[in-house]
Each structure stands twice: as structure tokens, then as C-alpha cells.
């Protein structure tokens, strides 16, 4: 009996491995067969492209990360006639596709292709030049003089490069700041009147480490100070938020800071992943803040006299701005705005206005799901231009400089996701033509006039800085 009973009980075991098995083997998504279903049309039984481009070339126009690529694959890319295949199949069998396309690159010792020597344009051949090489994750640059440029690095460090040349050691004692998700060392910008008072700003976040929860909140915070012997100096806190609104997450900090004719400095504060907070102007995340250089406060910032209000604000309804930029004739303040999946924004902000952000959005949820049904609603303000899908809006400046004079007072806009810098032609508050001047040599954190007239690009992976100047 005892016997039989063992037996059975070793059967059983057998018939419950091979149904794992089994089971396991039929429902793993085959990512070859989908793709030649759904993918090789256009881009190739090959993966080398056809109708579309190729896949294993190293070069992705509209994002590299696995992430881009799934989110392309489920939403598509409407305006170059590539559908969405959310309905036709599921998330597993999507991610399947990008792996076999991953394992297919790994098989190719597909790499990266180095930056390109030269790009056309529709006005000018441009030389591209290394400015500044084995950066770690530059995020911002200015210039203090035409031979003298600051950039900076997220972990923390300010870099600079005098007569060309990146210098070994980086500036010592900068602030301390919070380095994880999408926090650490961002904006960095030289006082228009440098030459007279030796002023630097910096934007970063900043952690309340005396903090008693598990993982202590965060907030963005600016200073300003001198670089004296390559040491920062003088340092003077010109915004901090209250700590009570600080947040624990990590992600949306904003920041840019520019300066108007006037002498106003105006910086953004992301919603720091809490869109509802962007329609609160008791809080500070979500908005554009303007203050005097020396952080007091205007006597005409729209909400000083509102007993509930943060002081500073100057707009409300701003999901994550990273690109900030003074029109040179009119003084005015334009900015770029992060959307979530779809509706990245191009805003000329206005004292007091409301931009939208989560009551009324061009965007979904990075899942598909609707974030709101709503586009337009009173007292809200449109933008003068979205994209859709985004294109990761990162970096924002209008041109002004001698080598490039038919695009003086153009826009030049960073993209993180498709790689790029575009230029926009705006008359009045109309951008009339968009055209892509830059693309494919990495992610654009940052794009900057010279005082040179050269166009300076900061990029993420790789961590560089490149020139760009008429051939």
C-alpha cells in the first residue's frame, strides 16, 4: 500500500511538472512570431528597416528607453501614420516585441552612432563641435564671458570650461543636494550684471534630512553666490519653501531661471508628481515664481495681497517646466512644459494666469488611462502650441547672436525623448514654422545662445556639451 501511495504521489508530481511546463511554454509570448505579424511590413522581416526605419541601427528618433519604445508600440505615433496596437495586443505580448527587437540589437553589436561631424538645415550646413566631453549627466550651462562657461552636473558638481578647456577639478563647496529620480544640481545662471556684482544662481533640490520620516521630503530651493579661487562663496538662500510643503517623491522639480529686462528672476517648481497641487496657490509646486534678485518679494507679483497665497507666484497650473526663455524685444516669458504621455506645452506665461494642469491637460496617463476628459474651461489659458505625442521638452532659448542672423529671435527647443533641437518662428503669440535643426546625438538637456552666436547643446548619454556653428 505504502508503495502504491508513492508511486501515485511521484505520478502526480510528474503530470503537475509537465503542466507547468506546458502551460508556461504556450503562454509565453513569442515576440519573433508578433512581430512579423504586426512589425515587418514596415520596418522590415529583417528589422532593417522598409517602409519604416530600421530597428537595429542604433538609432531611435523617438526615444531609446524600453519605456519609449512600448509606449510607441501600445499608443503609436499618429502623425507619421504608425498606429496604436492597444487593442490588438496585450501588454505582455508588446513587451515581448521589444525584447526580441533588444536581443536582435545585442546580436548585431548594434551601438550608438557617434555624434554627427555636420547637419543640414534649411538656412545653414552646421559644423558640430565638442565643447565639453565625459560629463555625468550635465543639466545646465551659461556663460560668464565668452571665454568662460559653467555647467552643471545633477549628482551635484559645477564644471568650467575657460578658453575651450574643461577644467579637472570641479567648483568646491557648492550646495549639498538631493540626488535621486529626477532631483539634484539643475539650473545654473549668470547675473546679467556680472561684470558688476560677481552674482552665480543655482537651482536644486533640497532634502530636510532632519527629517523623522522614512524617506525625507524634498522641495526646490535657490541660491546664489561667487566663485572665488574656484570655491563658492557668499552664498545667499533666496527661496525656500515652507517644509511643511515639502513632498517625499522624487520627481518633477522644474528648473529654469532667467531674467527680464526689469531685473525680475523668475524659476518653476514642478508639481513634484501631485498635479491637483498645481491649482493651489497656497503651495508652492505646480507654478512660475518671480522675485527680486536678492529673493524679496515685487510689490506687483499678482498674488501679494492675497492672505492664502505663496507670495511669489507669478502663474499656477504648470505640470514640470524645464525650459525658460526671455523674449530679447519684448521681455516677455516663454516656457516649455513637460506633459504626461501627449500635450508637452509651449506657454508664454502672464502675471496671475492659470495654464491648466490636471484640470485640463492634452495628455493621458503614462498607462493610457484619462487623466481628464477636459481641454479647455474658463479662466484656464490654452497653449500656443503643443505636442502630441510629447517630445520630452527640456531646454529653451531664444537665439540672438551674429552667425546665425536669420534666426535671430527664434526659439530654440530641447528634446529629451526624440533627441532634438527645434526652431520655432513666432509672430505675435503664433508659432508660424517649426523646423528640426539638431538630432540624434542624445538626449538635449539644454540648448543655449553663446556669446559667441554659436548654439551650445548640453546632452545626456552621452554626457557632453556640443558647439554649433555655420560650416
Same mark, same amino acid.
Given at each position: 500500500?505504502?508503495?502504491?501511495?508513492?508511486?501515485?504521489?511521484?505520478?502526480?508530481?510528474?503530470?503537475?511538472?509537465?503542466?507547468?511546463?506546458?502551460?508556461?511554454?504556450?503562454?509565453?509570448?513569442?515576440?519573433?512570431?508578433?512581430?512579423?505579424?504586426?512589425?515587418?511590413?514596415?520596418?522590415?522581416?529583417?528589422?532593417?528597416?522598409?517602409?519604416?526605419?530600421?530597428?537595429?541601427?542604433?538609432?531611435?528618433?523617438?526615444?531609446?528607453?524600453?519605456?519609449?519604445?512600448?509606449?510607441?508600440?501600445?499608443?503609436?505615433?499618429?502623425?507619421? =501614420?504608425?498606429?496604436?496596437?492597444?487593442?490588438?495586443?496585450?501588454?505582455? *505580448?508588446?513587451?515581448?516585441?521589444?525584447?526580441?527587437?533588444?536581443?536582435?540589437?545585442?546580436?548585431?553589436?548594434?551601438?550608438?552612432?557617434?555624434?554627427?561631424?555636420?547637419?543640414?538645415?534649411?538656412?545653414?550646413?552646421?559644423?558640430?563641435?565638442?565643447?565639453?566631453?565625459?560629463?555625468?549627466?550635465?543639466?545646465?550651462?551659461?556663460?560668464? *564671458?565668452?571665454?568662460?562657461?559653467?555647467?552643471?552636473?545633477?549628482?551635484?558638481?559645477?564644471?568650467?570650461?575657460?578658453?575651450?578647456?574643461?577644467?579637472?577639478?570641479?567648483?568646491?563647496?557648492?550646495?549639498?543636494?538631493?540626488?535621486?529620480?529626477?532631483?539634484?544640481?539643475?539650473?545654473?545662471?549668470?547675473?546679467?550684471?556680472?561684470?558688476?556684482?560677481?552674482?552665480?544662481?543655482?537651482?536644486? !533640490?533640497?532634502?530636510?534630512?532632519?527629517?523623522?520620516?522614512?524617506?525625507?521630503?524634498?522641495?526646490?530651493?535657490?541660491?546664489?553666490?561667487?566663485?572665488?579661487?574656484?570655491?563658492?562663496?557668499?552664498?545667499?538662500?533666496?527661496?525656500?519653501?515652507?517644509?511643511?510643503?515639502?513632498?517625499? +517623491?522624487?520627481?518633477?522639480? =522644474?528648473?529654469?531661471?532667467?531674467?527680464?529686462?526689469?531685473?525680475?528672476?523668475?524659476?518653476?517648481?514642478?508639481?513634484?508628481?501631485?498635479?491637483?497641487?498645481?491649482?493651489?496657490?497656497?503651495?508652492?509646486? =505646480?507654478?512660475?515664481?518671480?522675485? /527680486?534678485?536678492?529673493?524679496?518679494?515685487?510689490?506687483?507679483?499678482?498674488?501679494?495681497?492675497?492672505?492664502?497665497?505663496?507670495?511669489?507666484?507669478?502663474?499656477?497650473?504648470?505640470?514640470?517646466?524645464?525650459?525658460?526663455?526671455?523674449?530679447?524685444?519684448?521681455?516677455?516669458?516663454?516656457?516649455?512644459? /513637460?506633459?504626461?504621455?501627449?500635450?508637452?506645452?509651449?506657454?508664454?506665461?502672464?502675471?496671475?494666469?492659470?495654464?491648466?494642469?490636471?484640470?485640463?491637460?492634452?495628455?493621458?496617463?503614462?498607462?493610457?488611462?484619462?487623466?481628464? *476628459?477636459? +481641454? /479647455?474651461?474658463?479662466?484656464?489659458?490654452?497653449?500656443?502650441?503643443?505636442?502630441?505625442?510629447?517630445?520630452?521638452?527640456?531646454?529653451?532659448?531664444?537665439? !540672438?547672436?551674429?552667425?546665425?542672423?536669420?534666426?535671430?529671435?527664434?526659439?530654440?527647443?530641447?528634446?529629451?525623448?526624440?533627441?532634438?533641437?527645434?526652431?520655432?518662428?513666432?509672430?505675435?503669440?503664433?508659432?508660424? /514654422?517649426?523646423?528640426?535643426?539638431?538630432?540624434?546625438?542624445?538626449?538635449?538637456?539644454?540648448?543655449?545662445?553663446?556669446?559667441?552666436?554659436?548654439?551650445?547643446?548640453?546632452?545626456?548619454?552621452?554626457?557632453?556639451?556640443?558647439?554649433?556653428?555655420?560650416?
Amino acid at each position: 500500500m505504502k508503495s502504491f501511495v508513492q508511486k501515485t504521489r511521484r505520478t502526480t508530481l510528474i503530470i503537475s511538472i509537465l503542466l507547468i511546463f506546458f502551460s508556461e511554454m504556450y503562454a509565453q509570448p513569442n515576440g519573433p512570431a508578433l512581430y512579423q505579424q504586426y512589425c515587418a511590413q514596415c520596418h522590415g522581416t529583417d528589422l532593417n528597416g522598409g517602409n519604416a526605419a530600421s530597428l537595429i541601427d542604433g538609432i531611435w528618433q523617438f526615444g531609446s528607453e524600453n519605456g519609449y519604445i512600448t509606449r510607441n508600440i501600445k499608443h503609436g505615433i499618429p502623425h507619421l =501614420g504608425m498606429p496604436s496596437y492597444e487593442r490588438s495586443i496585450s501588454d505582455e *505580448d508588446i513587451r515581448s516585441v521589444v525584447q526580441y527587437i533588444r536581443a536582435a540589437e545585442e546580436d548585431k553589436g548594434v551601438v550608438k552612432p557617434p555624434t554627427p561631424e555636420m547637419f543640414e538645415t534649411m538656412d545653414y550646413f552646421m559644423k558640430v563641435e565638442t565643447f565639453a566631453d565625459n560629463l555625468e549627466i550635465p543639466w545646465a550651462i551659461d556663460f560668464i *564671458d565668452k571665454n568662460t562657461a559653467l555647467i552643471t552636473e545633477r549628482p551635484g558638481l559645477l564644471r568650467i570650461v575657460k578658453n575651450g578647456k574643461l577644467q579637472s577639478e570641479a567648483v568646491k563647496n557648492t550646495p549639498k543636494v538631493l540626488h535621486e529620480g529626477q532631483g539634484g544640481l539643475m539650473d545654473v545662471a549668470v547675473d546679467p550684471d556680472y561684470n558688476r556684482n560677481g552674482w552665480i544662481y543655482l537651482a536644486y !533640490s533640497h532634502v530636510l534630512e532632519n527629517s523623522q520620516e522614512t524617506r525625507p521630503p524634498a522641495m526646490t530651493r535657490i541660491v546664489r553666490g561667487k566663485i572665488e579661487n574656484n570655491t563658492w562663496t557668499n552664498e545667499q538662500l533666496l527661496f525656500e519653501a515652507p517644509h511643511e510643503t515639502y513632498r517625499t +517623491t522624487r520627481h518633477h522639480y =522644474g528648473c529654469r531661471i532667467v531674467f527680464d529686462p526689469w531685473g525680475y528672476l523668475y524659476f518653476a517648481i514642478g508639481d513634484r508628481g501631485a498635479g491637483y497641487q498645481a491649482q493651489d496657490f497656497t503651495l508652492p509646486n =505646480g507654478k512660475v515664481h518671480r522675485i /527680486h534678485k536678492d529673493g524679496s518679494i515685487p510689490e506687483g507679483n499678482p498674488f501679494l495681497y492675497d492672505e492664502s497665497a505663496m507670495k511669489s507666484l507669478f502663474s499656477l497650473g504648470n505640470r514640470n517646466i524645464q525650459g525658460m526663455a526671455i523674449h530679447p524685444e519684448t521681455g516677455q516669458l516663454w516656457t516649455t512644459e /513637460h506633459g504626461p504621455m501627449g500635450g508637452d506645452e509651449l506657454n508664454l506665461i502672464e502675471s496671475g494666469k492659470n495654464y491648466g494642469w490636471e484640470t485640463i491637460t492634452y495628455g493621458k496617463n503614462y498607462n493610457g488611462t484619462i487623466i481628464t *476628459d477636459q +481641454t /479647455h474651461q474658463a479662466g484656464m489659458e490654452q497653449p500656443n502650441l503643443y505636442w502630441k505625442p510629447s517630445i520630452a521638452v527640456c531646454g529653451l532659448d531664444f537665439y !540672438s547672436g551674429d552667425l546665425f542672423e536669420k534666426w535671430n529671435n527664434r526659439l530654440l527647443v530641447g528634446a529629451l525623448k526624440y533627441e532634438e533641437v527645434r526652431l520655432l518662428q513666432i509672430e505675435e503669440d503664433r508659432v508660424v /514654422h517649426e523646423q528640426v535643426i539638431f538630432k540624434g546625438a542624445g538626449r538635449v538637456r539644454d540648448v543655449s545662445t553663446g556669446p559667441d552666436g554659436a548654439i551650445y547643446v548640453v546632452l545626456n548619454n552621452p554626457g557632453k556639451v556640443v558647439r554649433l556653428a555655420p560650416e
